[in-house]
């Protein structure tokens, strides 16, 4: 089973949708979570951290499942600019040594 | 806003030659990482590093691999004999903290490519 797990997509969804995505992950010692996005051939940026209690920030909201072990991204209202790659991310924190896991991503295309 | 750097940019180089990336991490943090992303794939974790020692390597960085703190600002990595394979983008990392939430900020990148 794969560390951090996404549907690849693409997903081409039409501006002012809301779209979903989800994520998986296989280690239960992972402490935590975030999406972030990528454009193309451009560094990974955080979106948002991901909490147990939900967290919303702006039209884009985050759930984490501890016990289902999933993540989730919902974007509504969707804009062009929202158009990249979302990758979900899992930090694993063990006797002081860290290290993100990520996801392959979901590739994200609004069209107009 | 404070953010990491990278140079350089884009690095091409034959097979077999050593290569330095190199990498300003945010002034005030305290642990750095390497990552790198080949074409089309996932990104993946290379190492960690803090106190200037490495906290935490995964199986890709071998003995071709190393990384250095070499004075107050820069962070690099050193790969010895570069293999196409190696061919990828590198990206830094740096956070504050390491208590297993703090959020770590990535550099542009260093494209490699090796011929």
């Known amino acids: 089973r794969k560390e951090v797990e996404q549907d690849p997509g693409p997903f081409n969804v039409p501006e002012g949708a809301t779209v979903a995505f989800n994520c998986t992950y296989s280690n239960s010692a992972s402490q935590s979570f975030f999406w972030y996005r990528q454009d193309c051939r451009k560094e990974p940026k955080l979106l948002m951290s991901v909490y147990s209690s939900g967290n919303e920030d702006g039209r884009f909201t985050a759930q984490l499942n501890r016990a289902s072990q999933y993540i989730s991204l919902l974007i509504r209202d969707s804009k062009l600019s929202d158009s990249a790659t979302y990758l979900c991310?899992?930090?694993?924190?063990?006797?002081?040594?860290?290290?993100?896991?990520f996801g392959t991503g979901t590739r994200l295309t609004i069209i107009p | 806003e404070p953010e990491v750097t990278q140079t350089p940019s884009h690095q091409v180089t034959q097979m077999g030659q050593e290569v330095i990336l190199r990498c300003v991490p945010i002034s005030n943090h305290l642990y750095f990482y390497w990552y790198r992303q080949i074409l089309g794939q996932k990104v993946e974790f290379l190492v960690s590093?803090?106190?200037?020692?490495?906290?935490?390597k995964s199986e890709i960085f071998d003995d071709q691999f190393s990384v250095e703190r070499p004075d107050g600002s820069n962070f690099t990595l050193k790969i010895r004999s570069t293999k196409l394979e190696d061919s990828a983008m590198y990206f830094c990392?740096?956070?504050?903290?390491?208590?297993?939430?703090?959020?770590?900020?990535f550099g542009p990148g260093t494209r490699l490519t090796v011929l």
């Open positions: 590093f803090y106190n200037n020692e490495i906290s935490e």
């Open positions: 990392a740096s956070s504050e903290y390491r208590d297993g939430t703090d959020t770590q900020y």
């Open positions: 991310v899992v930090n694993t924190y063990n006797f002081g040594n860290e290290k993100l896991t």
